[in-house]
């Protein structure tokens, strides 16, 4: 993961704050023209027409034009971005920015100069307008890097991150394939039995953020003690982000390392996210169960780590369709929900093999991607979902 801890002087975190604010003024004002554009109507503007506006706006307005034109600019294309997300059914709709949360501009057009090492353990970064501006130097820093992005957690604390997809990294040759499946007990089983999982917080953490969550209840609006442990919630759930983070990198690169093809499912987890909710006019089947198994695959970092894997090991990640994976016995091909005896243990009811179900699944994939195609001997599967299993087939109350 290429991001690093920001260090900047007082002064010079002013500026980064100025970048911050204009970048949320202009995506703001974004949202709000396309808050007012309904079906039907002439279209709402686009980048282009947005740009000309901002070139409009910066001639208006001496606080925009103070600015940097990179920082304003970057935030139309990322307005652009987002609504391209949303209507390719990945993300949500682009809304708001607050101030003090999500903070953060895009820089684009960096030279190679543009960064270079002071020490061993510290770096820095040219950011325009603002100068030259240290950071931790905790990993390499990833050469070639285009663009940057500066962000201000909520926890008050800065981070760059350099924009560079991976170099891919050479397939070992052994003709192995490997099959991840996801799961919620486990964060990812390998069909090769290994139960990898997320390090989240640990338990004297997890008492401390109860702690932290009753204090907050009981301080009042507005306090300084409610801003102190706002701050210390931050800070404890920005930890568990980052460990989640530096799993996903460490996992990615491992399996990208030891096999050729990397057979994971095909999951649309955002998708899944919103048939969970449902609409108001079609509330979502299974809301509570769902609410915990999304909570468990968004948790486990899942979607990031294909991400990763898709950069890291380019054209050997096979997408399997995760119909029947987990009801299959790997042993005789028997298609059976009731083999699935719990959410950890298969049990086939045809041939009596046991295995840990993930992995069982995870084996399935493999076998899927390594071309032996997973055909259904037993009958049809019963239709009712299975407790873990997403149907992503459902009707999506998109
Ligand atoms: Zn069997």
Redesign the pocket.
Known sequence: MSRFRLQPAPAQEAALAEHCAHARYVWNLAVEQHAHWKPGRKNAPGFAEQCRQLTEARAASPWLAAGSAVVQQQALKDFAQAMANFFGGTHRRPTWRKRGRSEGFRIVAVKTGDVRRLSRNTGEVKIPKVGWVRFRWSRAVPGGAKSYRVTRDRAGRWHVAFAAVPAPIPAPGTGEAVGVDRGVAVSAALSTGELLNVRGLRDTEKARLRRLLRKLARAKRGSRRRARVKTAIARLKAREADRRKDWVEKTSTDLARRFDVIAVEDLKIRAMTRTAKGTRDAPGRNVRQKAGLNRGILAAGWGRLVRRLEHKAPGRVHKVKPRHTSQT?N??K?VARESRESQALFL?V??G?RDNADVNAAKNMRDTAAGHAVTARGGPPSGGPVNREPQPDLPSAA
Do not use: K, S, T
Request: one cysteine or more; aromatic letters at 0%; hydrophobic letters at 25%.
């Open positions: 016995c042993a005789c028997h086939c045809a041939c093999h």
